[in-house]
């Protein structure tokens, strides 16, 4: 089962420094979606790509981020001059082609803590 | 915008007895509504959507939810509880496009023996 992937689960890092991680969605699903979920809430949208173009940005989205998703597969986000308000978990999501967009595959989610 | 409102952050239920996870949403659009559930140190699976006809949906393990457009609420039971369904639940609401989804804060299912 080649669910949606994330890389890496958990990353630690101090204030002020640069973070990317990494989804790859499951093979052929050209909607993928980055959401935020802090302790004790549910996932916040962020983004959103339909193959390689991103779509809608969500104003949580600040200067600091950046989501790419080159050639259509696998998408990174990168988090510049972290935060400690940044931590939390970062979730990846895809969805099937086109006319089954309502079903949404999750990954397991990478956790950033920003000390 | 869209917006799910869970009421009570924590439940607990006795094995065996209903469960009943509650929801409500504001749309100014015909809604399509979903409940996820999410274990520890894993992603959101899908339990179960409403996006046309019926009404009550059925989804896994024996989980259901009735979309009541005069309460703008989607609510999700299960007859009776099971020790394995201790998770944390969400209800999401999307707009027709699939563009966006907001969840809304969840809710910890506590099974008790």
């Known amino acids: 089962d080649t669910g949606v992937s994330q890389d890496p689960r958990h990353k630690i890092t101090k204030r002020g420094q640069n973070v990317t991680f990494r989804c790859d969605p499951i093979s052929e699903h050209n909607r993928l979606y980055w959401y935020r979920q802090t302790l004790g809430q549910g996932p916040e949208f962020l983004t959103y790509?339909?193959?390689?173009?991103?779509?809608?940005k969500s104003r949580l989205l600040s200067d600091r981020f950046s989501a790419e998703r080159p050639k259509g597969s696998f998408s990174t986000l990168e988090i510049q001059r972290t935060e400690q308000g940044d931590s939390a978990m970062y979730l990846c999501a895809s969805t099937p082609t086109s006319g089954t967009y309502n079903e949404q595959f999750f990954g397991p989610g990478t956790r950033l803590t920003v000390l | 915008a869209q917006s799910v409102t869970q009421l009570g952050s924590h439940v607990s239920v006795s094995e065996g007895a209903l469960v009943l996870l509650r929801c409500n949403y504001s749309s100014s659009v015909p809604p399509y509504l979903f409940w996820y559930v999410q274990y520890p140190n894993q992603g959101l699976q899908l339990l179960l959507k409403y996006t046309t006809g019926a009404t009550l949906v059925k989804g896994i393990n024996g989980f259901e939810a009735e979309f009541k457009k005069s309460e703008t609420s989607f609510h999700l039971t299960k007859p009776s509880a099971h020790m394995s369904d201790a998770a944390e639940y969400f209800c999401?609401?999307?707009?027709?496009?699939?563009?966006?989804?907001?969840f809304g804060s969840g809710t910890k299912l506590n099974v008790k023996p």
């Open positions: 999401a609401v999307s707009e027709e496009n699939f563009n966006k989804f907001y």
């Open positions: 790509f339909q193959n390689e173009a991103q779509l809608e």
